[in-house]
């Protein structure tokens, strides 16, 4: 079970931490994702961490600015949002992967929404 949360509204050039905290399994042998869809969009993967936190990914949008971690002490996946932009704009589910951290995904959390204004 995936559950997301850190989802809100935030100006254009702020910041936000989205926190997906998981249960059942071995946490550490997930893959982890977290995954957007904005309004009349393709869901697109943006960011992507591996179980050892070794392997990361970041889409070509998010570089520089988003950074995916992961605390297995704790069952639980960040994505911390930093220089948000309008486009940032879209419902975030965190996701995860038994076989490759970058999906296709088995399990998925129900999304929150993060809202940037400009």
């Known amino acids: 079970q995936l559950q997301a949360s850190g989802g809100g509204l935030v100006q254009a050039g702020g910041t936000l931490r989205l926190s997906c905290a998981t249960s059942g399994g071995t946490f550490s042998n997930y893959g982890m994702g977290w995954l957007r869809q904005a309004p009349g969009k393709e869901r697109e993967l943006v960011a992507a961490i591996g179980g050892s936190t070794i392997a990361t990914y970041y889409a070509d949008s998010v570089k520089g600015r988003f950074t995916i971690s992961r605390d297995n002490a704790k069952n639980t996946v960040y994505l911390q949002m930093n220089s948000l932009k309008p486009e940032d704009t879209a419902v975030y589910y965190c996701?995860?992967?038994?076989?490759?951290?970058?999906?296709?995904?088995?399990?998925w959390g129900q999304g929150t929404l993060v809202t940037v204004s400009s």
């Open positions: 996701a995860a992967s038994l076989s490759r951290y970058k999906g296709p995904y088995d399990y």
